[in-house]
């Protein structure tokens, strides 16, 4: 493995924009939406008050419940970034660096997904790289590597400097096998109790990871 710092590219910046976004664009889109979708949901309302007297009666209420629900949908919907990572992309933007690292990957550990897990966070992976490290990758952009090969034995990954969002990924090479599937309980016992975070660089026993998802299979029969 080998890490090197770059200056961000144009489409780079332009993905850590759309990540971050600004006060102003949150409020025009904010207030867009507000107005689509207030507007759009009280106009058969308006109609219906000159047939149903009760419309009429309570369109004060009609309004601002259809405002409230409008304002939540676009909370849980408007991308945002978690809370953490907020400063460190501010700092990103105006740094415009980006760190490459460079991994050289010989086998692969994939972890199966919660088949009730309601917030899929995509698949995950353990990497056993070439001087022993184990690289655990996770996350939805995963999905879109795997239709072009993922895993591969060279993978490149760009990840903003004081951040580390993701902005590149890059895999190359000949295909590496998925030599086991282990399950999301299976991850519990290693040298973390809880999930690696995406990009994580461990030091584990990537034999042992193998084992547990052999007995974890035993188990299941």
């Known amino acids: 493995m080998r890490t090197q710092t770059r200056a961000i590219t144009d489409h780079e910046a332009a993905l850590l924009r759309t990540m971050l976004g600004s006060r102003k664009e949150a409020i025009e889109s904010g207030l867009m939406f ?3 979708a207030f507007g759009g949901s009280l106009l058969p309302f ?9 419309f009429a009666e309570h369109l004060g209420i009609i309004a601002v419940t259809f405002a ?12 945002r970034l978690p809370a953490p990572h907020v400063d460190a992309a501010r700092k990103d933007r105006e740094l415009r660096l980006v ?20 917030d899929d966070e995509g698949p ?8 022993g490290q184990v690289l655990f990758l996770q996350g939805q952009y995963l999905i879109a590597a795997e239709e072009e090969g993922f895993p591969r034995a060279q993978l490149r990954i760009g990840r903003a400097k ?22 999301p309980s299976g991850i519990e016992g290693s040298d ?5 975070e995406d990009g994580s660089l461990l030091q584990l026993d990537f034999e042992d990871l193998k084992r547990r998802a052999l007995a974890m299979k035993e188990i299941q029969r």
Do not use: Q
């Not at 304002?71 to 408007?78: E, G, N, S, V």
């Not at 760190?99 to 309601?118: C, G, K, N, P, R």
């Open 68 to 79: 409230g629900c409008s304002a939540y949908a676009l909370w849980r919907h408007h991308p």
């Open 34 to 36: 507000l107005l689509l």
């Open 99 to 118: 760190e490459d690292s460079h991994y050289e990957i010989v086998e692969a550990v994939l972890v199966e997904d919660h088949e009730d897990d309601e």
């Open 162 to 183: 004081e951040s580390h969002l993701l902005l590149s990924f890059h895999c190359d090479g000949p295909r590496v096998p998925v030599t086991e599937h282990l399950a």
């Open 192 to 196: 973390t109790e809880r999930t690696p």
């Open 46 to 54: 308006l109609f219906l008050r000159h047939t149903v007297p009760w």
């Open 124 to 131: 995950s992976y353990y990497l056993k790289l070439t001087d």
